[in-house]
């Protein structure tokens, strides 16, 4: 039985009241402390004894084959090696210069605006708190990568859904809310291959989506951890994100360098440097010198490195995706409606039948050796259909590998025949 | 002109009202963030130009050459060279199982106690929010350091100041304090080589600590950096940290392998594992795997390697602070009262002439080319004296730049001979 984050339980919808309690009158808790839930939904429901041959495809997590371990290794012999050994002193806050420069350039974005986090849920956390006054309203996907509801409770945030379809976000029904009165102070989207449902929100709609923040003077919280994995389609305009003094872009080397090194960073505006800069001090001071040194050596020591990289991991990805998709057509013909996404690591394959019982589905998956996310676990609100999907996690299981998963996915469905 | 973390701002005392704000009524910023108070105090004050040979005795820092650089090195390229990379994965929230162990045996307490944390510093903000409702006092070291009153922003805390000696925290003080109403939710102290009054607590006033936190019902924040680093006289009882369920054990990776790692760790009562958990997983999810699987390889992979290391690093630090006492007792004859800590990187020597001024005094210091903190930026209430100190860092200054500091020192004083 394992259990690590990518399967971590998310929260449930916080109360509207954040001094809510599940420890009665006498819990004499904080009440930051009392608003975290406690662990349920997809992390107890994934948490029973897997077969020891079951096939995994449950979390957003690269392969370890694509990822440059060996040039990390000599990058961090190298900046160990450099006399009075900065990596291992204290650094500023906002990040290490080099880093954060080349970040910049990348963003095209002036480096005071670039903070360097522990990943992007760190980023997340940090937008967060930095904007959301407790009790605060915030628009989130429906359905949503679950984990933001979690980090919402940081701030005792009450989610209202808004509809996410084919091509992301549904900027209609956002702004049909806001035309009801809501007022929320921030907005939760993943713009590049959705998680889970693999849309991509085109740029046309980014736009109206920023001008409705400026209008109605909410923060988008873009968070984009699958943005360098594009493998199919035409890439639609980040740098909106970057323009507006309504956004937090949020991003991270979790997929492309890997989730172990914890390092991400914030796109900010500039009024909000100084808050999340004062902020994090009071947290934890700054990200490892040690892996920022790393990781800037890395980068910077062989320019063509990193794209070099990204070329053999999106192929890769590609690779996989496509061949699930084929293996699941191919074993289960006509069971499930699925689209190949143009980049990231999942497929959000619909069950076509609505006589199969999705949640008997995943039970029997299980049983038979494949575990994946079911789609009931992304909603944030209600009338999505996410509980006819299954969120299938292909990023770091070879093709072979997929190909046994729709097998067994496939026996599993024959139970309910 | 240079500034970092160790000579950064410390707080003003927070207010206690937890919704001021330095905005005026138009501040729509979170609570949480109005609540945090612009640099000022000794980082604005040290943000002047200093001289290019400037001899900086500012901050905590341990010397590069007493750490393991080599072997960390050695030890991350074999983290790395693992099938599968496990180090650039996803983990625990609570941290690497080999590390928590190492730990925990070293600690003397179960291993589920264990929680790795992003240093000391990190360590300290998460039990801050673990167990200080917003505007609850919490009782202080006076002197202290200052950094702590920062992270008590978080919660609005509020510091009620108890006086240290030269055993540490006046534990009659606290008692007077405590029978005259006081109600603290939390203690904070530096039991070992107080920072920045050196002194350290005798294990029978740790004892008396304790019970008293355990009869007043607060929690005791252990802060115990300098810890491994005694160089002289008897260690006291460590352990009595560890047996009640009202302390929270706080320690760090920092001054031993380097502040650059961010690594540490906090021993918790049982009964705030689950919160302190389930907080930290709302922030950063974990401390990098890959910095805890390189720590935990050098650790474990020569059991050796840490107290050969500290036994190194202990004789090069009691060399300094004895050098540095010498110095200035050569230097400047009969002007400071001096004592040499057991343990640690400073020294807090106290002018005794009292014509002399503190603050013209650090002025002309740093104009003839030394920077140290003033000890009245270490006062958490008034009538403490710290005003009259200097805190001088020698742990990574040669012995031959601590003489011509010395030197510089006595030449400032001369100044208003």
Redesign the interface.
């Known amino acids: 039985m394992t259990?690590?984050?990518?399967t971590?339980a998310p929260s449930t919808t916080p109360t509207t009241d954040p001094t809510a309690s599940d420890g009665g009158d006498t819990d004499a808790?904080?009440?930051?402390?009392r608003g975290?839930s406690?662990p349920k939904g997809f992390g107890d429901a994934t948490l029973r004894e897997r077969r020891a041959d079951a096939i995994e495809l449950l979390?957003g997590?690269p392969d370890?084959a694509v990822?440059p371990?060996?040039e990390?290794?000599e990058a961090?012999?190298r900046v160990?090696?450099v006399p009075?050994?900065?990596?291992?002193?204290?650094?500023?806050?906002e990040g290490l210069p080099l880093l954060r420069e080349w970040i910049a350039a990348r963003e095209g974005v002036d480096v005071g605006r670039i903070v360097i986090?522990?990943?992007g849920?760190?980023g997340l956390?940090l937008a967060i708190?930095?904007?959301?006054?407790?009790g605060?309203t915030v628009a989130v996907d429906d359905p949503i990568f679950p984990l933001f509801l979690?980090?919402l409770?940081?701030?005792a945030g009450v989610p209202l859904p808004v509809p996410v379809g084919a091509e992301g976000l549904d900027i209609d029904a956002l702004e049909a809310r806001l035309a009801d009165g809501a007022r929320p102070s921030g907005l939760y989207t993943v713009p590049d291959f959705h998680n889970p449902s693999q849309g991509t929100l085109p740029t046309a709609a980014r736009r109206r989506l920023v001008e409705l923040a400026e209008q109605h003077d909410f923060v988008v919280f873009a968070d984009n951890p699958y943005r360098e994995l594009r493998f199919a389609g035409e890439p639609q305009d980040d740098a909106v994100f970057n323009e507006s003094d309504h956004v937090i872009h949020i991003n991270t080397f979790t997929k492309t360098?890997?989730?172990?090194?914890?390092?991400g960073w914030l796109v900010l505006p500039e009024r909000f440097t100084r808050?999340v800069v004062?902020?994090r001090?009071?947290?934890?001071?700054?990200?490892?010198?040690?892996?920022q040194?790393?990781i800037a050596e890395l980068l910077t020591s062989d320019e063509g490195l990193f794209d070099r990289t990204l070329g053999v991991a999106r192929e890769l990805y590609r690779s996989r995706a496509e061949g699930l998709a084929t293996a699941l057509e191919r074993e289960a013909p006509g069971a499930f409606e699925v689209r190949v996404p143009d980049g990231g690591f999942f497929l959000w394959p619909r069950l076509v039948d609505d006589a199969v019982d999705a949640d008997r589905l995943a039970a029997d998956a299980s049983a038979e050796g494949v575990e994946y996310q079911r789609g009931s676990f992304f909603a944030s609100g209600t009338g999505n259909g996410a509980e006819r999907h299954l969120r299938l996690s292909c990023g770091d299981t070879s093709v072979e590998r997929l190909d046994e998963a729709a097998v067994r996915l496939a026996r599993a469905l024959a139970r309910q025949a």
Chains 1, 2 share one sequence.
């Open positions: 259990s690590t984050l990518h971590a808790r904080p009440a930051l402390i975290l406690a979390g997590i370890p990822l371990t060996r990390l290794a961090t012999a160990l090696a009075g050994v900065p990596a291992l002193q204290y650094g500023r806050t986090t522990n990943g849920f760190h956390s708190q930095a904007v959301v006054e407790r605060g979690r980090g409770e940081l701030s360098l890997g989730p172990g090194l914890r390092l808050d004062a902020l001090s009071r947290q934890d001071s700054h990200t490892s010198l040690f892996v040194s790393a």
